[in-house]
């Protein structure tokens, strides 16, 4: 979308994960975990928190390492979380809510 204002172009993720802090648990299509061979250990918090009902509260996302805003399980993260694109819209939100930017 373009607002018609030009924003600085955000040039990397490192030290931010803005996104992660407002998507409770990895955003997992029905049956990828299953699919990207996600052990069974690394499901139970993603089931604790959505057992909790918490899951569409604006909390950080289970998955990420709050230490290193870094996303613990890089490697079985979900489709969504591959396609998210930084300077989109919502990435810019995202780090505006942070207060970041
Ligand atoms: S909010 Fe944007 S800059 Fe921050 S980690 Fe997500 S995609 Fe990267
Ligand atoms: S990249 Fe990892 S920490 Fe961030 S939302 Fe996706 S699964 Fe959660």
Redesign the pocket.
Known sequence: MNHGVNLPMIQSCNDCAA??MR?PI??FQPGEEAALGVPEELLLPVRQRVAADQHFDLLP?V??NPETRL?RY?EL??QA?RDFQINSDLCRLSRWDEGLD
């Open positions: 996104c992660c998507t990895p955003p996302c998955w990420l996303c890089y993260r979900p979380c």
